[in-house]
């Protein structure tokens, strides 16, 4: 179910205790001025932290004119909209579960622009996107962010040690199982043999 961002903050709110509330981020309040402090920051980190099934995009970009480093062979711009880019897609392993990485590196090339450079002269880069709009969200993330944000806010809130500790404990347990549960979404690897269920009708 897709969320606002103002249900994303009461529920981070919720985290600290029931007293603390909001109806609006705009609201001139101690709670709305601290949530809108870290928002966007916080979105963003967490986005980083993991390869998110909500903000996943893929890009084959063409080379750049340039001469890239000398262990490199191309250069291409960095996506504009990446938070940060994951990998090269190997066509041969597109799981990533069977070979080495393809190499790759961010850089700035002699214009000071942002780019990526491989040996690879027509790579597939997968990446985040930077998502600004909460109703894109997976419900999971919705929930691991208002986590994130309890555990930012929760001392200039509550103005108490011990909630703090206790929010940032609880914080990193549901983050943590978040992010299991959007890895756990669709299959990763080819299977390789006849699952259980049809070796025994053989």
Same mark, same amino acid.
């Given at each position: =179910?897709?969320?606002?961002?103002?249900?994303?903050?009461? =529920?981070?709110?919720?985290?600290?205790?029931?007293?603390?509330?909001?109806?609006?981020?705009?609201?001139?309040?101690?709670?709305?001025?601290?949530?809108?402090l870290v928002f966007d920051n916080l979105r963003d980190e967490l986005v980083r932290e993991h390869p998110?099934?909500?903000?996943?995009?893929?890009?084959?970009?063409a080379a750049l004119v340039g001469t890239p480093p000398a262990q490199y062979t191309y250069m291409y711009?960095?996506?504009?909209?990446?938070?940060?880019?994951?990998?090269?897609?190997?066509? =041969?392993?597109?799981?990533?579960?069977?070979?080495?990485?393809?190499?790759?590196?961010?850089?700035?090339?002699?214009?000071?622009?942002?780019?990526?450079?491989?040996?690879?002269?027509?790579?597939?880069?997968?990446?985040?996107?930077?998502?600004?709009?909460?109703?894109?969200?997976?419900?999971?993330?919705? =929930?691991?962010?208002?986590?994130?944000?309890?555990?930012?806010?929760?001392?200039?809130?509550?103005?108490?040690?011990g909630i703090k500790d206790r929010v940032t404990r609880d914080a990193e347990t549901s983050i943590n199982?978040?992010?299991?549960?959007?890895?756990?979404?669709?299959?990763?690897?080819?299977?390789?043999?006849?699952?259980?269920?049809?070796?025994?009708?053989?």
């Amino acid at each position: =179910m897709a969320v606002s961002e103002v249900q994303i903050a009461k =529920m981070a709110l919720q985290h600290l205790g029931d007293r603390y509330d909001i109806t609006s981020l705009s609201e001139a309040t101690p709670e709305a001025e601290q949530v809108n402090l870290v928002f966007d920051n916080l979105r963003d980190e967490l986005v980083r932290e993991h390869p998110w099934n909500f903000a996943l995009r893929y890009y084959t970009p063409a080379a750049l004119v340039g001469t890239p480093p000398a262990q490199y062979t191309y250069m291409y711009a960095y996506p504009s909209d990446a938070l940060r880019v994951w990998r090269i897609v190997n066509p =041969m392993d597109p799981t990533g579960d069977l070979y080495e990485p393809l190499k790759w590196r961010v850089a700035r090339n002699n214009s000071d622009i942002r780019v990526l450079l491989t040996n690879e002269s027509e790579p597939e880069f997968e990446y985040s996107k930077q998502v600004t709009n909460s109703f894109e969200f997976d419900v999971s993330f919705d =929930m691991a962010l208002s986590w994130r944000i309890a555990a930012a806010i929760a001392l200039p809130i509550t103005g108490d040690v011990g909630i703090k500790d206790r929010v940032t404990r609880d914080a990193e347990t549901s983050i943590n199982k978040a992010k299991l549960q959007d890895a756990n979404e669709g299959v990763s690897k080819v299977q390789t043999q006849d699952p259980d269920w049809i070796k025994a009708r053989l």
